[in-house]
């Protein structure tokens, strides 16, 4: 297997030492938890050989609590697998959680089960005989600096996102914007310690409002993922349009705000011909939050999987579809499908939580099992009111 | 068209002087509204000479409050109603809360939209020439006497509503009990005021949880549907059942639990050969909340339309399908397909709004518009975590 | 008694053809309900003579809703009220709604008990002997044009408010704004139906987020009563000041957002002299939600009442203390008493309902009842944090 | 210091070697937090030598979730705390959980800001000479078995809560029960799983309901104590007694359920002569939610301190008064001062989380300080609808 010099060359430097040239087998394990700390799964994976903790790169998780401003069950987890995590790789239970990318989302609502989706990746030797030359799954993470509270929802986070994404691309070895199917990005969001930090030096930031502010993080970092997967001109990107165009978007950023950090964790989901792993990947935009058409058609199209077969033997498509990676919103115009939702006007429930809920339920009517990562907060993840939604399936044994 | 004897003399005198021996004509209408209160929508049909309010038999809204103890917009729609009614119905507005069959149903949460079922019926003159003997949609309601606190959730409750569904069959000129296909009841819950009163009188309800009072509520309900309906034996029936044996169940009861009556109020929806409605209805069973399988099948089966075929062409079904409803829970034994729940651990958000939105969500994935009936709560309606759901097609014009 | 010559003429020609010149007796009547809608305490004086409806000016409800955005508590009670006065009034319902200042505050949070406070005012024939010419409560009201989306939260609301404040001074004999002690408005909120429609014709309302919308609009409305009663300089008050500079505040305004109007409602109290009304109103300020003290120092030295005796007596208090109006508010600065409190990073619960809460707990243990008047959102209604406090004393048989 | 014979025996075995013979010093340290997680503030005094951290005895945390079932806050709390005293103990985190008594009280609703007292001992040598022989603060501290889940709100839990009760006593060194003045409880709750596997077992649990199983875990705790202080007779204790018959409870008890541990934890805390800790603890019952006076009483009665005067100098009694601690509950009958409340019909927020508001709003009025230990959910402890109060002063400077 061959790579162009232009990205090669580079790629063999990123990725701590490791290089993209080299074939990557990426391993995916979809581990359920009996709550936010509850790691005995993985551990049990681990005492058994299957998981090997020092191989793992990012774990995507999602945990119980209620997806907002104050969900500690996310910071909690994270804790969680820093504290495994640290004796594996050697360091300390910070210094783990800087090593692997961890993405804690919240929010378990109506029937989702919260699971935590570990992605473990190795590179095999130059010149390890591969069975085929076909395009299999590949990862790749980068992270951006810190941001000051007044930067969140505005240009600064847009264009360093952008640049981590294409650095997480260099690392996957992937080459093409077209073979990039699911972008991740954790991002922060402005506590109500934050907003007067930012208000005391006489800075505005982009709003006061701790639960809106995780939108507009979630939107600026979807904007950098659109402007790396050259999704959106990068004339038409500007502070203004944050949370205001909503023409503009990637049909495969996912974007997760936190209360836990202070930078942008990106993990680049995508295929490359000459990997090693046994699963393949792909995507589609759910128009609305009802849109299982998109999502039958996917399966059908990509994986030659008729979801109403699967219908009578549920174990058959659940047991090879590793997993969904969905964003759901509530339509910002206030209505689905032409008619009002009252999502937006609740202010007993919020409205993230609401479409987390929908989103779960469609999608699992379709795949058969609950514990899909669905997660809330699409601005401009997908078009207004719907999502972008990856599908990984295993395909065959490694190497 | 002839009935049998043993129906029809009796039906004769059943519902305020009208007979089910003669042809009766039902009307539906779906009716979006902007408010619990706002039967503006409704008033531009009066105004069109497109509905006629005296023709009123049942109304079945679905309101956005939380659908729980405290969720005062079924009474707000209840009592715009009997405001609006009143005049033409030549009577106070209590009165005509009592003749007409009021049952608003909270919470429109996920994308559910806030909207009336209006119900009308008109007694055609015997003789009048039908097009044809087909089975078509007729209704019949009926009202059980008032509750005493602690008779609620109990073996009264379970008999009156029996009693009270076969004088609603009756009235409706429907003869067999598998020509049933939805029976809506409005049942009361216990407040903290009803629970003093039983306790006061030194009689222990059956909950003293306000919230909980409600699931015991419709229990009984349900079963009561069941009893009549033959779904379930007499002797299996009991106050330990209530709420405790899953196994009993009706697949055509809906049981909604409200603070603004006393007794139950029971809607019968079925055929009969020989009426003029332009609507057919039938039913199926969710076995879960995410059992898309089962509605499909039951729309290609009943109606001949797919529901796949109908994506290309959304308005095409939702024209034609007047509404569905529906009935949903979260599974008491705390999973879906296997896997772990956590609806039921939920201290924020109460398991019948989490269900509710994933019903919801599921149902408007599949008949493309999401001003559909979906109720929360369904003990002993369905199997444990699953439930009833009927739908209700306009077939061709009225005689 | 005379009235100078300024106020005077004018004032005779102001609330529909009644006249400040002439001696007020206002009435005010706290009556508990069971429900937003239930009135049969209100119908029970009505019944007993002792409540003339057609005296009614004014009615301060407490509803049981969540007093956000989705509270349809407060339409449901209007809805209530409007039907039982319209006949009385010789109107219809939502004519009686225009003539009374219906100002329905949702919320009973913690231990607050739902309740309408009924103002009932009477002008006495000129030339009425008094007992005495000590200042005694008097009351007016005005109410502002429409706004349009856009406006809400700006300088329109701002100004119009100010001008309606003066109006209602004018009706109820103030002559001098350090005479008003309590200044209730009720003003509109954005649903998300209002944002579309001032995005649809380009112009940015205030803030997209509907819950935010209703602090904006309180905050402007406080202000235009600040504006009125001099407290601030005009010169200070702009658009970029709303829920910015908290300096600027009034210590004697109190607004509630609600769904169900377009435009605000001013309800003026305060004393004047030759007012033949058998009541008497002061104000003071919390600086903080737990400023236990500022109202009992109010009590002590306006009304000679010590807290702290009334302890043994909760009856003599409670009985002469008709009601205390309040605002109450979670500091927006995250702390009290320099301590970090959750208030503003609570997802599920908002923090309006836990600031009502806290204060209804803190004036409870002073004035010895619960069916207290207090009200979430206290943008410039006091300092950051804090919030004003009116109590209306009955001290003595009118007339 | 001599102890009567029949204690000071067997008081030299308990608590780990350590004897209750000889003086004990106990140190008390109110510190903040910015999480559940946030230990900086631990480690700050840790690092100053300020706290010791192999003296820490208990550690009693207010946490900012919902202290209801899903209330993840406590464990996460719990887990932190576990990793940082493990090296200080030489040994595993979970170790750490079972030396020192962690009781984490989730919900800070209203003013109340998170924080966690922490309770160090250090036994003194034999005669080591003490300034006095006053009464001082002593602590002692036990734990029960575990509990299968039937037995949670019955006998099972109230008799081995008893016993350790008395353990703890004897631990800390307290002969008389009028001297202990405050014993807190940790208890589990029922989680669906738990339900589930009673069911599976065929024995129905005191409770189906997760949030309703922490009353009667918080209930039957409370009996114990109750038991064990003398303060009810045992043969008015039974299953039946549990949230049935409100004329039995403790005047000194507090109980927290919590979803991470299967056994109850005790935490005794009194006085006793010839302790050398530089605090004093008082304790009194709040007759209801509102019920200010009670406090300011013990205030002025046991320390001299008069509230009200302090109101112009907050930190010198912020500063002396350590902490209050207190538990909180809507008045089960629905009524508080003979007028209606709604916490207990209100769907959104449990009646728990409106009763911390309240009562903490209340405390925080007298103290002058936001930092409070309110636990909510107070089934037997204090009357119904009321609450113990005990209040941590410091004296002195230790020995």
Known sequence: MSLPDRVGGEAHTAGGGATAARPQLVGVHRIDCRSPGDLSGVQALIDAGTLVPADIVAVMGKTEGNGCVNDHTREYASMAWSHLL??????TPSQAAQRVALVMSGGTEGVLSPHFTVFTRR?????????????????????????????????????????????????????????????????????????????????????????????????????????????????????????????????????????ELDH??????????????????????????????????????????DPDREDDNDTALSGRLVNLLAKAEASPDGLVRGQRHTMLNDSDINATRHARAVVGGVLASIAGHTALYVSGGAEHQGPAGGGPVAAILHVEDAV
Chains 1, 2, 3, 4 share one sequence.
């Not at 990106?266 to 998109?294: C, F, K, N, Q, W």
Request: aromatic share 4%; glycine share 6%.
């Open 86 to 91: 640290a004796p594996h790789l050697g360091c």
């Open 123 to 259: 590179w095999l030797e130059d010149g390890v005989p591969l069975r085929h030359n076909a395009p299999r799954l590949v990862i790749g993470t980068a992270h951006t600096r810190d941001f000051a509270p007044h930067e969140m929802g505005r240009m600064a986070q847009i264009e360093a996102t952008s640049k981590a994404v294409r650095e997480a691309m260099l690392q996957a070895g992937i080459q093409r914007v077209q073979d990039v199917h699911f972008v991740q990005v954790k991002c922060p969001l402005l506590t109500s310690t934050k907003v007067q930090q930012a208000l005391s030096r006489d800075i505005e930031p982009v709003t006061r409002d701790t639960y809106e502010s995780m939108g507009y993080s979630r939107g600026a970092s979807a904007l950098g993922v659109a402007l790396a997967l050259e999704e959106v001109p990068a004339s038409a990107v500007s502070d203004a349009a944050v949370l205001r165009d909503w023409s503009l978007y990637s049909g495969r950023a996912s974007a997760s705000a936190g209360i």
């Open 264 to 305: 942008n964790v990106v993990i680049v989901l995508g295929e490359a011909p000459g990997a090693a792993s046994p699963y393949r990947i792909a995507h589609t935009v759910m128009r609305d939050a009802v849109d299982a058409a998109s999502v039958r058609t996917l399966l059908r199209e990509c994986f030659a999987i």
